[in-house]
């Protein structure tokens, strides 16, 4: 419960900052410049520290990682609301994203050392239902509390949640791993976090408006320096940060894609659906039904992929991928307001029958005292890939339109379908 709680955080807090970025780079003093930091410094430092509180968490108390993980969300939370100028509220935000890996990764590797394999499938269904509904309720309440009490509730609310989460394993065991390996190669983990924060704010920047051509090109200079780095102190250390054997189990690699690949087509129908919407003169209504039919099935449907998954994972992530890859290329003959009615149904039921599942059949092969690192690297490969069909769908969005952008995210669709079949066993 305490995970599922936390779990609840993580939409809100960057859909609630997203849609707060206008209104506190009005307010705040500082550089216009800053305010989309306020996003990237949480997605950026979040992503880098994934790898190393997965380890950590595998290595110390479980649950009071995840307690201190929680209160670091908190705490900058309030301070947020409170914070003077754009500067210290990017500098809160970098924080907040640091306590929200601990948040995710101490988690994950509770739910890991708790659960066995067979029963993972459930836990991730309940854990695909929460995620879904913040997902889909994310942007109606972070512009409720915009409306209620201005951006500092916005930043505020998540931290009150995050301490609810810190609370609610007050009393529990520690859950200690045995069985981790005393050392610990931390200069992989730093440079790898490193490069997965440079590419994930340079491909955030990319095609930011104002941003100068200098800026994400840096950030990928800095990747590259860092790429070098970790290859030659992976080669060296005799327990390298990158758990590489996870990386050749087939199936963990073909699940980490396809959850990529679902989230980056949520995230790309979010903005491009509505675009296509207007374009068309589609009504308030019409638009309202339309994000419906994109979102409520990742909120009511994940129980139910969980009890297919136990026979038909592979059948049904691929058939999804597929559904959704066919679906991104109608929309490129014909962009009537039905079609588009159609399409989000189409996807909403797609991503809302495998919320979830693919989480659950990779992380049954991760050993239970390895949980919170093999999580981790689950997540920062779903969430790199989720930032680079974004980044290349706005691209193809601003030269062709948006129903090229969501061609895009279709095509990765395609692409993860061909990998999950070809490496997932039946």
Do not use: K
């Given at each position: 419960?305490?995970?599922?709680?936390?779990?609840?955080?993580?939409?809100?807090?960057?859909?609630?900052?997203?849609?707060?970025?206008?209104?506190?780079?009005?307010?705040?003093?500082?550089?216009?410049?800053?305010?989309?930091?306020?996003?990237?410094?949480?997605?950026?430092?979040?992503?880098?520290?994934?790898?190393?509180?997965?380890?950590?968490?595998?290595?110390?108390?479980?649950?009071?990682?995840?307690?201190?993980?929680?209160?670091?969300?908190?705490?900058?939370?309030?301070?947020?609301?409170?914070?003077?100028?754009?500067?210290?509220?990017?500098?809160?935000?970098?924080?907040?994203?640091?306590?929200?890996?601990?948040c995710a990764a101490g988690g994950s590797s509770m739910v890991l050392a708790v659960y066995p394999p067979e029963e993972r499938r459930r836990v991730y269904g309940y854990a695909g239902a929460v995620l879904g509904s913040s997902l889909a309720l994310g942007p109606v309440v972070s512009q409720g509390l915009m409306a209620l009490g201005g951006w500092p509730l916005v930043f505020a609310a998540p931290g009150a949640f995050a301490a609810l989460a810190a609370l609610?394993?007050?009393?529990?065991?520690?859950?200690?791993?045995?069985?981790?390996?005393?050392?610990?190669?931390?200069?992989?983990?730093?440079?790898?976090?490193?490069?997965?924060?440079?590419?994930?704010?340079?491909?955030?920047?990319?095609?930011?408006?104002?941003?100068?051509?200098?800026?994400?090109?840096?950030?990928?200079?800095?990747?590259?320096?860092?790429?070098?780095?970790?290859?030659?102190?992976?080669?060296?250390?005799?327990?390298?940060?990158?758990?590489?054997?996870?990386?050749?189990?087939?199936?963990?690699?073909?699940?980490?894609?396809?959850?990529?690949?679902?989230?980056?087509?949520?995230?790309?129908?979010?903005?491009?659906?509505?675009?296509?919407?207007?374009?068309?003169?589609?009504?308030?209504?019409?638009?309202?039904?339309?994000?419906?039919?994109?979102?409520?099935?990742?909120?009511?449907?994940?129980?139910?992929?969980?009890?297919?998954?136990?026979?038909?994972?592979?059948?049904?992530?691929?058939?999804?991928?597929?559904?959704?890859?066919?679906?991104?290329?109608?929309?490129?003959?014909?962009?009537?307001?039905?079609?588009?009615?159609?399409?989000?149904?189409?996807?909403?039921?797609?991503?809302?029958?495998?919320?979830?599942?693919?989480?659950?059949?990779?992380?049954?092969?991760?050993?239970?005292?390895?949980?919170?690192?093999?999580?981790?690297?689950?997540?920062?490969?779903?969430?790199?890939?989720?930032?680079?069909?974004?980044?290349?769908?706005?691209?193809?969005?601003?030269?062709?339109?948006?129903?090229?952008?969501?061609?895009?995210?279709?095509?990765?669709?395609?692409?993860?379908?061909?990998?999950?079949?070809?490496?997932?066993?039946?």
């Amino acid at each position: 419960m305490a995970a599922l709680l936390a779990d609840a955080v993580f939409p809100l807090a960057i859909t609630g900052a997203t849609g707060a970025v206008p209104e506190v780079t009005e307010r705040l003093p500082g550089a216009d410049a800053l305010g989309p930091w306020t996003v990237l410094a949480y997605n950026g430092l979040f992503a880098a520290a994934l790898l190393l509180a997965g380890a950590a968490a595998d290595r110390l108390a479980r649950t009071r990682f995840f307690a201190v993980g929680n209160l670091v969300v908190a705490v900058t939370g309030a301070l947020s609301a409170l914070a003077p100028d754009l500067a210290s509220l990017v500098a809160l935000r970098a924080l907040a994203g640091v306590g929200a890996a601990m948040c995710a990764a101490g988690g994950s590797s509770m739910v890991l050392a708790v659960y066995p394999p067979e029963e993972r499938r459930r836990v991730y269904g309940y854990a695909g239902a929460v995620l879904g509904s913040s997902l889909a309720l994310g942007p109606v309440v972070s512009q409720g509390l915009m409306a209620l009490g201005g951006w500092p509730l916005v930043f505020a609310a998540p931290g009150a949640f995050a301490a609810l989460a810190a609370l609610a394993v007050l009393g529990l065991p520690a859950l200690r791993g045995p069985e981790v390996p005393e050392r610990f190669d931390l200069a992989g983990a730093v440079l790898f976090g490193t490069v997965v924060a440079a590419v994930v704010t340079a491909l955030g920047l990319g095609f930011g408006a104002g941003v100068p051509w200098w800026a994400p090109m840096g950030l990928l200079l800095v990747a590259a320096g860092a790429t070098a780095g970790l290859v030659r102190a992976e080669r060296r250390a005799s327990a390298p940060a990158i758990p590489v054997d996870l990386l050749r189990i087939p199936a963990y690699r073909a699940y980490a894609v396809a959850t990529g690949a679902f989230m980056g087509m949520l995230v790309v129908g979010l903005t491009a659906l509505p675009r296509l919407g207007s374009a068309h003169r589609m009504g308030a209504g019409e638009s309202a039904v339309m994000l419906s039919l994109l979102t409520v099935p990742s909120t009511l449907l994940p129980l139910l992929a969980a009890r297919l998954a136990r026979r038909l994972a592979r059948q049904l992530v691929t058939t999804a991928l597929l559904g959704c890859a066919a679906t991104a290329a109608l929309l490129l003959v014909t962009e009537r307001p039905a079609c588009l009615l159609v399409a989000a149904g189409v996807f909403g039921l797609c991503l809302g029958l495998t919320e979830g599942v693919p989480d659950g059949q990779a992380l049954r092969y991760v050993p239970s005292h390895r949980g919170g690192a093999g999580a981790a690297l689950f997540s920062t490969t779903r969430m790199s890939l989720e930032t680079f069909i974004l980044a290349a769908a706005t691209g193809a969005t601003a030269a062709l339109g948006p129903a090229s952008g969501v061609a895009v995210a279709g095509a990765v669709c395609l692409a993860a379908a061909l990998v999950v079949r070809r490496n997932v066993g039946p």
